[in-house]
């Protein structure tokens, strides 16, 4: 009779799901993967059989984002292996973009990212952490035709989905011939010398101003007087003297006695 006392050890990568001694079966641990356990028998007083199990250990991932409040991180699966190729989905607000993302600790190349999934590869419990921000882009403007013209906010740094209203001052005998966002032409949207745009990427307007003229003229109206007799002053009253200039604007004219010469 005797007391024997010993350590079981489990091989890499495995852990001691269970030991057996006779018909007496031990468990470990029942909430944790153990890979050492020590062992006493008492009243050793013959062989003793002992068996011990052992199973691969499993890996969790716990992941964490920030910056968009509607940002996660999602995969397929649980308890994994050593060397298991896990994808990572990382779902975000189209407005953000991935600035950081960290594994253990460690900093990872978002080059490695692709349409937003990174591949990795269990080495153990895997800390997963992603930060986003809202993208920025840059704004850049011309303005031509008018020397004294201009465009206001000039060149701002706007986050991803922000809205921006451009005015435009510009020479009262000037009028806007063209409005280009990204060679695009938006002449039409402009509206007062005022018009919002919602930015999604680097973005450059160019402004046109051409001086206003006269688009056509017309006379409209009856003649007080229709018939005249050689060498009788022409009256044109009652005759209106109409001009469109091309900023749309209609300026009209009455015309009296003494008004065209003949």
Request: charged share 25%; aromatic share 8%.
């Amino acid at each position: 009779h005797g007391t024997a006392k010993f350590t079981i050890t489990a091989k890499d990568g495995y852990y001691i799901q269970s030991v057996r001694i006779g018909n007496v079966e031990l468990v470990p641990s029942e909430d944790r993967q153990v890979t050492a356990y020590d062992v006493t028998m008492y009243h050793v007083c013959g062989h003793r059989t002992i068996t011990v199990t052992l199973a691969p250990l499993t890996y969790g991932i716990v992941a964490t984002t920030w910056g968009d409040p509607s940002s996660k991180i999602t995969w397929e699966g649980k308890d994994f292996k050593a060397g298991d190729e896990v994808t990572l989905n990382l779902h975000h607000d189209a407005v953000y973009a991935l600035t950081k993302l960290t594994v253990n600790d460690k900093e990872v190349s978002l080059s490695d990212v692709k349409d937003d999934k990174y591949v990795l590869t269990i080495t153990g419990d895997m800390t997963v952490e992603a930060t986003f921000a809202k993208e920025t882009f840059n704004v850049t403007t011309t303005v031509s035709g008018d020397k004294t013209a201009n465009i206001t906010p000039a060149s701002p740094n706007v986050e991803n989905g922000e809205k921006v209203t451009f005015n435009l001052t510009h020479d009262s005998g000037y009028e806007l011939a063209s409005f280009k966002v990204n060679g695009t032409e938006m002449k039409d949207q402009v509206k007062d010398d005022q018009i919002t745009l919602t930015i999604t990427e680097d973005t450059h307007i160019e402004v046109e101003f051409a001086p206003i003229t006269i688009k056509s003229t017309e006379l409209v109206g009856n003649l007080v007087k229709k018939n005249y007799v050689y060498g009788e002053e022409f009256d044109p009253s009652g005759l209106t003297l109409v001009y469109t200039w091309s900023n749309g604007q209609v300026e009209r004219i009455g015309l009296e006695k003494g008004a065209i010469e003949t």
